[in-house]
């Protein structure tokens, strides 16, 4: 059993930084592969990076490539999203998620996900 809980959205104005966390519960964190994936108002939920087990593997939506960077610590029990350059379109509820499988794009991969934490960007 896995329990992720983010943290770190709030309101940023185009062109701004923020930095997402997600903690984790549980000793098999080092287990599963980490995701981030967002979902704005009348949309689905959207990929967009996730890190391998061991941190050594990343992989990004085409939207955030360049702009985004994801992370983990497995000491601490945490995965991080790091986003710059934020534009006005980056806004939607951001979740993390633990999955493993080949297909870790998709949300059927992830087992385990948190409620969510809300980013807004202002133009």
């Known amino acids: 059993q896995v329990q992720l809980v983010e943290s770190g959205g709030g309101l940023v104005q185009a062109g701004g930084s923020l930095s997402l966390s997600c903690a984790a519960s549980?000793?098999?964190?080092?287990?599963?592969?980490m995701g981030w994936f967002r979902q704005a108002p009348g949309e689905e939920r959207e990929f967009v990076a996730v890190v391998n087990w061991s941190g050594g593997r990343t992989s990004y939506a085409d939207s955030v490539k360049g702009r985004f960077s994801i992370s983990r610590d497995n000491a601490k029990n945490s995965a991080y999203l790091q986003m710059n350059s934020l534009k006005p379109e980056d806004t939607a509820v951001y979740y993390c998620a633990a999955g493993w499988g080949s297909t870790l794009t998709k949300p059927d991969a992830y087992r385990y996900w948190g409620q969510g934490t809300q980013v807004t960007v202002s133009s």
């Open positions: 549980g000793r098999t964190f080092e287990n599963w592969a």
